[in-house]
């Protein structure tokens, strides 16, 4: 048990924080030092140009969101679309985190993971936090249908 968790704590700490733009915020709890907010990212693929993620998450004021080391909640919300052209980067595996974002100092994780329906020619972006002894069966999914003239590279 105590190697799983220092392997998760460790993979957790050395994961590349994701890239992303801050489209804007508004304030839901107000409190002395730094108020409770909701917040909406931008997010580009990694893999995928022309596609886009905007991503709704609540941020925690108050002294430990100040300090940070507050545990964000699991309420998160997607929509991902087509924001330019669609090229590929690389051929692209089954089903890959596309982004992820540490939640609290160690233990929270937010992750945005990129699935190809290739029957659909679609790519499909689904959004959920894991805690190191639990998921959240709190999600959102979104859908962005890639022009039938670029098929979907997918690795084999």
Known sequence: ????????????????????????????????VGSHK?????????????????????ERGGVAGLVGVAEE?????????????????????????????RRSLVFKTMHVVRMVDAARNTLVYLTYSDKLLKGSPKNSVTAVPVPRTTMIPVEK
């Open 38 to 58: 909701l917040v909406v990212e931008a997010y580009d693929d990694p893999k995928v140009e022309g596609v886009a993620c905007y991503v709704s998450k609540p």
């Open 73 to 101: 909640v699991s309420d998160v919300s997607i929509a991902c679309r087509q924001v330019g052209p669609i090229r590929f980067k690389q051929a692209l595996p089954q089903q890959e985190d596309a982004f992820t974002e």
């Open 1 to 32: 048990m105590y190697k799983i968790l220092l392997l998760y704590v460790f993979s957790t700490l050395l994961a590349g924080p994701a890239l992303a733009q801050q489209i804007g915020s508004v304030n839901t709890e107000w409190k002395l």
